[in-house]
């Protein structure tokens, strides 16, 4: 069994670039949950979806952040116009939606914009 | 106020000591609770979920819930070096987990 797995582990990009994020959930798992992280913080929530459908979205999640899961599998999160405060560990998890008070974490993306 | 609460630290004990870590909640509808291991740069591990009131044991962890006080607690015997990470509590509110902000424990060999 493979766990989550996220793509890149680092990404550094200047302000103002585009980045894109990928997650790939467990396979049997038909939710998918994008958080965020920052130092000393536990992580907040952004997004959420059940098969490609995007359920629910944060306040967090500014018009700069897009995220999508077009065929209910993997999922992509794209930050546009990066600034400095988007700098923190972007971390994806997955469940089933029968248990999805157990949530699986990747081992997240670290941003660092500059 | 936070809806969870959690004493951040660090928490520093000895080899073998027994950790307490704790978390305070707000809304009395929560009915899941976690606990989640997360070391230096990694993704967060669950380490055990409770339902509503009551305590679970996993080998040397212990999670009980006390909804009348609104408490959460995470019990550690025999701890050891491996055990030095950052714990998270956690509660499920709706379809997302709303987390503490962790506590920094270090087990001193």
């Known amino acids: 069994d493979t766990g989550v797995s996220q793509d890149p582990r680092h990404k550094i990009t200047k302000r103002g670039q585009n980045v894109t994020f990928r997650c790939d959930p467990i396979s049997e798992h038909n939710r998918l949950y994008w958080y965020r992280q920052t130092l000393g913080q536990g992580p907040e929530f952004l997004t959420y979806f059940q098969n490609e459908a995007q359920l629910e979205k944060s306040r967090l999640l500014s018009d700069r952040f897009s995220a999508e899961r077009p065929k209910g599998s993997f999922s992509t999160l794209e930050i546009q116009r990066t600034e400095q405060g988007d700098s923190a560990m972007y971390l994806c998890a997955s469940s089933s939606r029968d248990r999805n008070y157990e949530q699986y974490f990747g081992p997240g993306t670290r941003l660092t914009v500059t | 106020q936070k809806e969870v609460e959690q004493d951040p630290g660090p928490l520093s004990v000895p080899e073998g000591a027994i950790v307490s870590l704790n978390c305070t909640y707000s809304?009395?509808?929560?009915?899941?609770f976690m606990w989640y291991r997360q070391y230096s740069r990694k993704g967060p591990e669950l380490l055990m979920y409770?339902?509503?009131?009551g305590n679970k044991e996993d080998g040397r962890f212990t999670a009980q819930v006390d909804k009348s006080s609104k408490y959460i607690s995470l019990f550690i015997r025999d701890s050891q070096p491996s055990d030095s990470a950052t714990y998270l509590c956690a509660y499920q509110g709706a379809q997302k987990l709303v987390f503490g902000q962790g506590t920094r424990l270090t087990i001193n060999p």
């Open positions: 809304n009395s509808a929560f009915q899941y």
């Open positions: 409770t339902y509503s009131s």
